[in-house]
């Protein structure tokens, strides 16, 4: 297996995550994606980022013209629960699938755990659609508590007019 590298993402890696991003297939719902490079880039790299974003990189073997090749990213941010205070949610976790299989997902998983733990975080929360059983599977593995079985939790979302309606615009 080629070496694999976690690290924060850069700038200059807006290219990179929007190409996984539009892999969305995966998550049968490509015809979702709206964002650009433009506003990943101003939304997560500005004074004050929307999200932050880690990258799943493997490393060239010594003597290898070719520089590292991103193959996956996490997408995480900060919110707060009123009753558990500090929490970081991962939005978004993908890994393509020729690289699957490898343990990158678990590091992925694992480093926003650890930038977590360093901000004081009491959770890590993250939501999976409900056809996607191996990540359910994986998440559990790691220890993670499925809220909606243990708590009947449902998250809810207003987009768009629903949004504008509501706020009275």
Not at 9 to 21: N, T, Y
Not at 61 to 80: D, Q, T
């Amino acid at each position: 297996m080629a070496s694999v590298r976690i690290r924060e993402a850069k700038e200059g890696d807006c290219g990179d995550i929007l190409r996984l991003i539009r892999l969305a297939e995966f998550e049968k719902l490509s015809d979702q994606v709206k964002i650009s490079e433009e506003a990943l880039r101003a939304d997560g790299f500005g004074d004050n980022p929307f999200y932050h974003c880690l990258v799943a990189e493997i490393l060239p073997a010594p003597g290898k013209l070719l520089g590292p090749c991103v193959v996956g990213y996490g997408i995480y941010y900060f919110i707060y629960s009123t009753w558990k205070g500090r929490t970081i949610y991962l939005e978004d976790i993908y890994v393509m699938p020729e690289y699957r299989g490898q343990g990158i997902g678990s590091k992925i998983i694992k480093k926003v755990a650890e930038v977590a733990l360093d901000k004081g975080c009491s959770q890590f929360r993250l939501a999976v659609l409900d056809w996607n059983q191996r990540a359910m599977d994986l998440y559990k593995a790691l220890g993670a508590q499925d809220l909606t079985e243990a708590e009947g939790w449902h998250f809810f979302c207003f987009q768009g007019e629903a949004t504008r309606k509501l706020a009275g615009k």
